[in-house]
Each structure stands twice: as structure tokens, then as C-alpha cells.
């Protein structure tokens, strides 16, 4: 059977940077009811806390802090790259474990965001890009959507089923 990675805060866990979860979805309990789902919060298992400050990529995007261009800053002025890219690496180990290929990540993070994240301001400002953990994974071939894209994920898996 099919695995798919899928963000605990999106499976109604508790561990958002400001403690609260954005799940559950009926799809993902399908997922998880059929023993589909791998649940990993990267930034929890990179050794964040939760609650956490808030984080952004000041100047950059998720690519650009694993080749070390760009940092992951909190709002207290922390540079937690080392957290977020252990977390990402996590991430990719779990993938190739389980031969997944898809991946449902949470919308808009540093850590996660597949098509937008925040500008590194923290003014609210979304820019096209992605994650820490998202642009590792999408180099290795994982595609990668957000809980705003449960049917397209739907499809891909039943698509990599036939």
C-alpha cells in the first residue's frame, strides 16, 4: 500500500509554532483509518518546541537554506536553520523508508509551504515558494501538495494505484 508523508498539525495534533493543529480533514482520516499516513511535524523533529516562535526566510526560500543561502530566522531574531534542515532530513529519511511519493504538507510554512510561504517580514506578506522541508523533498522526487490540494493529492495517489 501506498504511504503518504502528511504534517501532524494537519491531523488535528497540537504542534503549530503557536501550539494549535490545523486538521483534521476528512480526507487524511480516510488516509489514516487505511494506514496510509506517516506523520512528521519537521519542525518538532528537528527539536523545536511547541509553542515556538514564529519563523520566516528572510531573503530567501526553502532551497535557499538547504544550500545555505538564506537562514530561518524567529521573531526573536533566532536562527533555527539547523532545526528546520534536520527536520527536512527527517523528513526524506522517513520518504525513502517508505517509498512514498506524495506528500500533504501544511500550507504557507517554512518548514512545509509548497507553493507560498511568508516573506521573512512577518507583516502577513505571502511570496511564490516553498519550505525547508518541501524543496528537499521535491528534489528527490516527492510531489508535494498542501491541505488546500487534497483532491489533486487524492488523484496522484490513485493515479501512482493503477
Known amino acids: ?59 530567501g526560500q526553502g ?3 538547504l544550500e545555505g543561502l538564506a537562514a530561518v530566522i524567529t521573531t526573536e531574531g533566532e536562527d533555527v536553520s539547523a532545526q528546520f534542515l534536520s527536520g527536512a532530513k527527517q523528513a526524506l529519511e522517513l520518504v525513502q523508508k517508505h517509498g512514498i511519493r506524495i506528500a500533504v504538507l501544511k500550507a504557507n510554512s517554512p518548514s512545509c ?5 511568508y516573506d521573512g517580514t512577518f507583516s502577513g506578506v505571502k511570496v511564490s515558494g516553498e519550505g525547508v522541508t518541501a524543496a528537499l523533498l521535491k528534489r528527490h522526487g516527492v510531489l508535494v501538495f498542501s491541505e488546500l490540494e487534497l483532491p489533486q493529492a487524492a488523484q496522484a495517489l490513485a493515479n501512482q494505484n493503477r
Not at 509551504?113 to 510561504?117: C, K, M
Request: proline share 9%; hydrophobic share 35%; with cysteine.
Open 63 to 65: 532551497g535557499d537554506v
Open 113 to 117: 509551504g509548497n507553493l507560498l510561504t
Open 1 to 59: 500500500m501506498q504511504k503518504i508523508l502528511v504534517s501532524r498539525c494537519l491531523l488535528g495534533h497540537r504542534v503549530r509554532y503557536d501550539g494549535g493543529a490545523s486538521g483534521p480533514f476528512d480526507q487524511l482520516q480516510r488516509w489514516l483509518d487505511e494506514g496510509r499516513v506517516v506523520p512528521l511535524c519537521p519542525e518538532v523533529a528537528g527539536g523545536l518546541p511547541t509553542p515556538r516562535a514564529a519563523a520566516e526566510i528572510p531573503g
